[in-house]
Structure formats: C-alpha cells, structure tokens
C-alpha cells in the first residue's frame, strides 16, 4: 500500500486563470502533505507543508496568496495556483506521510504549462 | 558546500551489472534515509527507507549507511532495462520537524 494520486496529471491554460491540483493518499490516511514543484533536470523544491485541519507552513519565497493549499481531511489536500501566469508553468509534484517516523510517499505530479 | 551532494551522471551501464549510486552529506544531524527512484515525467517512488548506519535490503536493491563517513550507497543487482530512471537520495534530521533534503539525482541508463 501507500498509493497517492495527483489530478490532474496535465494542464494548459491561459494566463490569468487559477489552476487547483488534487493530491489523495488512497489507501493511508496522511497526518501530513507536502507539495513540491521540479524544474528540468533538477531536484525536488519543497514549496510548503500542510498537517491536516492546519494552516499550511510555507518555505522561504514561496507566496502563499499565490500557492493556497487546503488540507481539508487526512486523504485530500489541494494546491491552488491563483491568477498563473507563464513563469509558474513547472511540475508540481505532493507526497503525504502517514505520521512522523514514515517515510513520504509521491503522487505522479502534475505538469501545468501557462501560455 | 551543499548538504547533499549527488553526482548527476549520466550513468550508462550494460544489463545485468551491478550498479552502485552514492550520496555524500555534510549534516552529521541527518537520521532517516532514503532512495527514490523517478522515472521521465513522474513522480518519485520510495525504494528503500533506512535509519541510521547499516545495511538493508530488499530484492535485489541494497541500501547502505555510513554515519561516520558521511556516506550512503544503493546497489542494484542484476540491472534491468527497466531500472533506468533517475535515482534521488533524500534524508532527514528528524523524521517529523525537518524537512527532506534532496540530492539532485543520479541517470542511470541499462542498456540491453
């Protein structure tokens, strides 16, 4: 076990528009989430981490108007990209934790492309 | 010096080798560790997850920690087309109040 699924798996929109990513642990319940964006041929940039029932706590310059995150139940949480414009065109990318002392567990990420 | 230095390869091996991918760390509070493997376009997948020094194994991939030196392994036996993806190193002081520090991945490629 340990399945986490990420929708939608592929986005293009305009510029302007607000883009909402799902992230569901399926078969765990996940005490906490975090959400990631990757640049080619780079390694994975922990934007912020969500505990359930909890505001999310975000890393240094990331914009949390921008980024808004939900973490509503201890199998969803959701990242929204508000007003995107090309320059958040990346892979966004969750993981969920079953508690502390586990290990994280990945989704399939999310390509979002803003023209 | 960054905490997680992870050589970036590319990798090429033939089928059937064995392939030995290593991480370097300068954090001496690091605890937990882990090897991801990330395939084109996808998200990564937990390999193996190891606390502290020793050996672990499973199948055919074996983890390996070296505190003192600062140093963690991952072996794969018997390589398989199917290995190649980009291999992440990721560890953490604590498990739950620290975040997780990435290498920048490794490409292995098995060519058959």
């Known amino acids: 076990g340990a399945v986490v699924s990420q929708h939608p798996s592929w986005v293009i929109c305009k510029s302007g528009t607000s883009v909402k990513i799902e992230c569901r642990s399926l078969?765990?319940?996940?005490?906490?989430m975090f959400w990631y964006r990757q640049f080619p041929k780079q390694s994975l940039m922990l934007m912020a981490t969500?505990?359930?029932?909890?505001?999310?706590?975000?890393e240094q310059g990331v914009e949390k108007d921008k980024f808004l995150i939900n973490h509503a139940s201890l199998t969803l949480s959701t990242l929204t990209v508000t007003s995107a414009h090309p320059e958040d065109s990346s892979f966004y990318i969750c993981?969920?934790?079953?508690?502390?002392?586990?290990?994280?567990?990945f989704g399939d990420g999310t390509r979002l492309s803003i023209l | 010096q960054k905490e997680v230095e992870q050589d970036p390869g590319p990798l090429s091996v033939p089928e059937g080798a064995i392939v030995s991918l290593n991480c370097t760390y300068s954090?001496?509070?690091?605890?937990?560790f882990m090897w991801y493997r990330q395939y084109s376009r996808k998200g990564p997948e937990l390999l193996m997850y190891t606390y502290s020094s020793g050996n672990k194994e499973d199948g055919r991939f074996t983890a390996q920690v070296d505190k003192s030196s600062k140093y963690i392994s991952l072996f794969i036996r018997d390589s398989q087309p199917s290995d190649s993806a980009t291999y992440l190193c990721a560890m953490s002081a604590q498990s739950g109040n620290t975040p997780l520090v990435f290498g920048k991945g490794t490409r292995l490629s098995v060519i058959a």
């Open positions: 954090n001496s509070a690091f605890q937990y």
């Open positions: 993981s969920a934790r079953r508690d502390r002392g586990q290990p994280q567990h």
């Open positions: 078969d765990f319940q996940a005490t906490t």
């Open positions: 969500s505990n359930e029932g909890s505001k999310a706590t975000y």
